[in-house]
């Protein structure tokens, strides 16, 4: 598999209770790893909220905050983040055009989660990333920027 490219899938990114109540017979994991670790705590807290990183970057970007969440997408090559600062800025779903094509990203306040779908309402591939590490993997990634 050498020199393959992994090919991207559409995946949901979103707060348990919400992913649960949509899909009641989803199977979780169990916290029973056989390793002594706390899985009730989070490990990084305070992270999410200060500025430094846990580890070097070579392209860094300071429009947003680098832990500002948003949903990075890819079609055909073209890339573009919509920062969750800017899709809480509007009211209903952002009508885009990515690589020419149509596409919906919707952003869920109350669940702190966003997806984008294409002109047929399909899911797409897309990442929710903080603004760094989506930065730092695509430096010349287009920015949705709300009116």
Not at 14 to 22: G, I, N
Not at 41 to 46: D, H, L, S
Not at 72 to 87: I, N, P, R, T
Not at 88 to 98: E, G, M, P, Q, R
Request: proline share 5%; glycine share 6%.
């Amino acid at each position: 598999m050498k020199g393959m490219k992994l090919q991207a899938i559409a995946a949901e990114h979103t707060q348990w209770a919400d992913w649960k109540q949509r899909h009641p017979k989803t199977q979780v994991l169990s916290i029973e790893t056989g390793y002594q670790r706390d899985y009730s705590r989070n490990p990084y807290t305070g992270y999410g909220v200060s500025r430094k990183l846990y580890f070097p970057v070579a392209q860094q970007d300071q429009r947003y905050h680098p832990k500002e969440p948003g949903l990075g997408v890819e079609l055909a090559g073209q890339f573009k983040a919509y920062a969750f600062a800017e899709l809480k800025k509007s009211a209903t779903a952002v009508h885009d055009t990515l690589a020419g094509q149509p596409i919906v990203v919707k952003y869920d306040q109350a669940h702190y989660a966003a997806t984008a779908v294409d002109a047929q309402g399909k899911l797409l591939p897309a990442i929710t990333a903080c603004w760094f590490a989506w930065y730092a993997f695509h430096p010349y990634t287009g920015v949705y920027v709300a009116e």
